[in-house]
Nanobody
């Protein structure tokens, strides 16, 4: 299983950006794809997650109202639409897949149970 995040870049505060997570064909019909980010000097944190089993999505408080996660199954791609970006959104963004339960299990500030991780894409938001 391979995942590749892309779409990062340098934007100004208030701008929008759409990240893509392209996956290889997943071996399970039940899966969840989560987005994480890690800012310099900080712990990695979960941002958003979408579950294939019920189509529901979950967002960290920092993402609610500004970020939208969606999937295009035909393209094996999950997107993270980020609007009203803030300088504090600056981080390397990663996508990861959970293939056991197909659930977004969020506790604390992370999504648990991720089985596969992709390389990150850097998002820089200038003030």
């Amino acid at each position: 299983v391979q995942l590749q995040a892309s779409g990062g870049g340098l934007v100004q505060a208030g701008d929008s950006l759409r990240l893509s997570c392209a996956t290889s064909r997943l071996p399970s019909d039940d899966y969840a794809i989560a987005w994480f980010r890690q800012a310099p000097g900080k712990e990695r944190e979960g941002v958003a997650c979408i579950s294939s089993s019920d189509g529901k999505s979950h967002y960290a408080d920092s993402a609610k109202g500004r970020f939208t996660v969606s999937s295009d199954n035909a393209k094996n791609t999950v997107y993270l639409q980020m609007d009203s970006l803030k300088p504090e959104d600056t981080a390397v963004y990663y996508c990861a897949a959970e293939l056991t339960y197909g659930a977004c299990s969020y506790y604390g500030s992370v999504y648990y149970g991720m089985d596969y991780w992709g390389k990150g894409t850097l998002v820089t938001v200038s003030s």
